[in-house]
């Protein structure tokens, strides 16, 4: 492999940190039973088309005041997860079957096509299967511990595969209709949370700006 191919997987690493932001063990939660995927998936909604806000904050190594960073994400089935961070400063990121997709205003400042670089289809699949909320696709690729009290439910997630550990570390989810947070413990240390909140689903979602980066 190219160094630059080196760097950009590297990136792609770095960038599934940044998006994928700890399970605690609530009253009525077993949380060292198998998760029962069959009756979350039941509670959550998988809309074609899902926006909302997220709040995230990465708490680095060594460095005491975590990074914080927030804006829009869109899923939208078929074309794939659309990530604008708004604040502290804007910059888009666009993740395909085919490709990562990082801008900067008009311009692409990195792009890793799923050709040349296999992690790149590995992320999107995760991805995408996270935010969507396809407990069934992700079964398949981590052990899964948690429980679901009424509409409420959490899930550790584990991956099966070294690879797949060294790349992503360990990831917890919870929500109810939709997955509200998640939190990633990479190897290295560094922890991250997001939050998401003020979803809205069906194709009204999504606004101008959001197809336009789609269409970029």
């Not at 997987?9 to 932001?21: F, P």
């Not at 998936?41 to 005041?65: E, S």
């Not at 666009?94 to 670089?117: F, N």
């Amino acid at each position: 492999m190219s160094a630059d191919m080196k760097n950009d997987s590297r990136k792609a690493k770095n960038i599934l940190g940044a998006l994928l932001l700890a399970v605690t063990c609530g009253a009525g939660f077993n949380a060292h039973a198998a998760a029962p995927v069959a009756q979350i998936q039941a509670v959550l909604a998988r809309p074609d088309v899902m926006c909302g806000r997220f709040d995230q904050n990465k708490q680095l190594v060594g460095i005491k005041k975590p990074l914080a960073s927030s804006g829009r994400f869109c899923v939208v089935a078929g074309k794939g997860v659309l990530w604008r961070t708004l604040q502290p400063f804007p910059a888009t990121l666009r993740l395909t079957r085919d490709e990562i997709v990082q801008m900067q205003g008009d311009r692409v400042a990195m792009r890793l096509d799923a050709k040349q670089e296999p992690v790149v289809k590995m992320i999107n699949s995760v991805l995408f299967s996270l935010l969507s909320g396809d407990l069934s696709q992700l079964d398949q690729l981590f052990e899964m511990d948690g429980g679901i009290q009424g509409r409420q439910w959490k899930v550790a997630l584990n991956a099966r595969s070294p690879a797949l550990a060294k790349a992503i570390g360990k990831l917890s989810l919870e929500g109810s209709d939709y997955v509200k947070k998640v939190t990633i413990d990479e190897a290295g240390g560094d922890h991250t949370e997001i939050l998401f909140s003020d979803i809205h689903s069906g194709a009204q979602a999504l606004n101008a700006e959001d197809g336009a980066a789609f269409a970029q």
